[in-house]
């Protein structure tokens, strides 16, 4: 009898630790000032530099194997924001173990250091997994 309840005892503390450890996926919402986002059309170097920063991030993502999607968002003009406001630019969507690995990816994004990268927890619906 106490081999049982020491297993169902087992069991259980198993099944939490694995549920507390399963990832979650989280949304890196990107918000840049108007003349990072000029930078998208630069020829030269500082606009190679712009999208190699976002490659190389992808790319890190991806190797971590964490990496679900994201996009560059066209026209990120603001609805009602001053000119100088950072604008939602892009997005990536990662699956990580919880919000403090969502936030020290968003740290790594370029945007990070002159706009502002918000980290959003997904929810589930109702009735779904």
Do not use: N
């Amino acid at each position: 009898m106490a081999h049982r309840y020491l297993g169902l005892l087992l069991s259980a503390l198993l099944a939490g630790a694995g549920s507390a450890a399963q990832a979650r996926d989280f949304t890196l919402m990107i918000y840049e000032r108007p003349q990072d986002l000029a930078l998208r059309d630069d020829r030269g170097e500082a606009g190679r530099r712009y999208w190699g920063d976002y490659a190389a991030f992808g790319a890190a993502l991806a190797q971590a194997g964490v990496m679900k999607g994201g996009a560059a968002l066209d026209d990120p003009s603001p609805v009602a924001a001053g000119d100088d406001a950072p604008r939602l630019s892009g997005y990536f969507i990662i699956d990580v173990a919880d919000h403090a690995a969502a936030e020290t990816w968003a740290r790594r994004i370029s945007a990070a250091a002159t706009g502002r990268v918000v980290v959003r927890p997904h929810i589930a619906m109702p009735g779904t997994k």
